[in-house]
């Protein structure tokens, strides 16, 4: 039997072209997965900081992980992300610190939203958030976004705590490549097929 031959009764005895295509299909989802949670950015939020030279002593990272430099174990409040979609980002909020409220200041695409001067940071405005009360959440709150959503907490019951702005990216529509790419190697798939078959 020539290698055509075996090749071609292979093919055949593990399902045929759909079967194929179908784990060809599965292999690319999975690689794309893996691809997207390569890049994916951490739970806290990519720091982006301010232009007005304001440095908090703390960060949301270090706030979740009660790591706060010389308030090491203590609860902070924090943000973590939740979801994403094409237009939206949808957060947690949590302050189960014992100093009072916290108010999470929100950002929506970089827009600068307030009016009102901030009075922890010079030069800036106090934009629209989110209060969340003493040992409260407020959970699976979304924001509509084109590209992203800052978070900030500079207002509340303690200054230690306070971190400057973190970035929530919207999901990103996949690159027009990666499915042509997809698309030729089917093509190149079903052209093989029917040499095997001719």
């Given at each position: 039997?020539?290698?055509l031959?075996?090749?071609t009764?292979?093919?055949?005895?593990?399902?045929?072209?759909?079967?194929?295509?179908?784990r060809i299909?599965?292999t690319?989802?999975?690689?794309?997965?893996?691809?997207a949670?390569?890049?994916?950015?951490?739970?806290?939020?990519?720091?982006?900081?301010?232009?007005?030279?304001?440095?908090p002593?703390?960060t949301?990272?270090?706030?979740f992980?009660?790591?706060?430099?010389g308030?090491?174990?203590?609860?902070?409040?924090?943000?973590l992300?939740?979801s994403?979609t094409?237009?939206?980002?949808?957060?947690?909020?949590?302050?189960f610190?014992?100093?009072?409220?916290?108010?999470?200041e929100?950002?929506?695409?970089?827009?600068?939203?307030?009016?009102?001067?901030?009075?922890?940071?010079t030069?800036?405005?106090?934009?629209?958030?989110?209060?969340?009360?003493?040992?409260?959440?407020?959970?699976?709150?979304?924001?509509?976004?084109?590209?992203?959503?800052?978070?900030r907490?500079?207002?509340?019951?303690?200054?230690?705590?306070?971190?400057?702005w973190?970035?929530?990216?919207?999901?990103?529509?996949p690159?027009?490549?990666?499915?042509?790419?997809?698309?030729f190697?089917?093509?190149?798939?079903?052209?093989?097929?029917?040499?095997?078959?001719?």
């Amino acid at each position: 039997m020539n290698a055509l031959a075996r090749i071609t009764r292979t093919f055949h005895r593990q399902g045929g072209l759909a079967t194929s295509l179908r784990r060809i299909a599965a292999t690319c989802a999975l690689s794309l997965g893996f691809m997207a949670a390569a890049h994916a950015a951490p739970i806290t939020g990519t720091p982006v900081g301010n232009d007005f030279g304001w440095a908090p002593n703390s960060t949301n990272a270090l706030n979740f992980a009660e790591a706060v430099p010389g308030r090491e174990g203590q609860v902070a409040p924090y943000v973590l992300f939740v979801s994403n979609t094409t237009g939206s980002v949808v957060l947690d909020f949590f302050n189960f610190a014992s100093a009072g409220i916290a108010f999470f200041e929100i950002r929506i695409d970089g827009n600068a939203a307030g009016t009102n001067p901030h009075p922890v940071v010079t030069g800036d405005t106090i934009h629209p958030g989110v209060f969340v009360g003493n040992q409260a959440s407020e959970l699976n709150r979304e924001f509509l976004a084109s590209s992203f959503v800052d978070v900030r907490l500079a207002l509340g019951g303690e200054r230690d705590w306070d971190f400057d702005w973190v970035r929530f990216d919207v999901a990103k529509v996949p690159e027009p490549s990666a499915f042509v790419l997809v698309a030729f190697g089917l093509l190149g798939l079903l052209l093989g097929r029917r040499r095997l078959t001719s």
